[in-house]
């Protein structure tokens, strides 16, 4: 079940968004590569470098680029798409494809590095929303474009508990967002505006 009531009649009545370096809530702090690359439903996205272990295996444990059409190349398996999915299905399809030419392979699949900014064509929205994706980047994307993209917010959510990751200085920097105020109560202030390579997280609630 999915929480959007107040989208659609806020996109008739659009607003200029907040730009981050104004009037937005200020960088909560850095945060670790590690922990970006931890959440279970960051979808890997074009200009990623991911470090794929075959276990036992060396020599088929390569470090692979995202290439701009979402696939990745490595020994044995050629050009299989990584764009949109998870790390972890990533992994099991190789190990499905390299089942092929050896006996029960173990695979796993990190995200060694991030797209910047400047080469990433994409906001990533991981979490709680109905449908989390890689949104394609456009000039004036907005956090409530974005929500309309994946379908709002599902009903378990904590829409004012969500971040915005933003790499800056070669660090990813925490904002909050309060996405819950935007599609419930119609709280444009709350609506930023975004840049490629941002990554939207939102967790859902405690009860």
């Not at 295996?57 to 020994?75: F, Q």
């Not at 398996?77 to 790390?87: E, K, L, S, T, W």
């Amino acid at each position: 079940m999915s929480v959007l009531c107040a989208v659609i009649p806020l996109a008739a009545n659009a607003q200029p968004a907040t730009d981050l370096g104004r009037h937005a809530p200020v960088s909560e702090g850095a945060v670790s590569e590690a922990a970006v690359s931890e959440a279970a439903d960051y979808l890997i996205g074009p200009g990623d470098i991911l470090q794929i272990f075959v276990w036992k295996n060396p020599d088929l444990s390569v470090e692979a680029p995202v290439r701009p059409d979402g696939r990745i190349t490595t020994p044995l398996v050629q050009d299989i798409q990584a764009q949109g999915r998870r790390p972890t299905e990533l992994a099991e399809n190789l190990q499905t494809s390299l089942s092929n030419y050896i006996q029960e392979p173990v695979v796993t699949v990190v995200v060694k590095a991030f797209a910047a900014p400047g080469n990433s064509a994409a906001v990533r929205v991981i979490g709680a929303a109905v449908t989390p994706k890689t949104v394609p980047y456009r000039a004036g994307l907005t956090a409530l474009d974005v929500l309309i993209d994946v379908g709002g917010l599902t009903m378990f959510a904590n829409g004012n508990g969500a971040k915005l990751l933003r790499r800056e200085n070669g660090a990813y920097q925490s904002y909050p967002l309060r996405l819950k105020d935007l599609v419930r109560s119609g709280d444009l202030q709350a609506n930023v505006n975004l840049m490629p390579g941002d990554i939207i997280r939102i967790p859902e609630r405690m009860f």
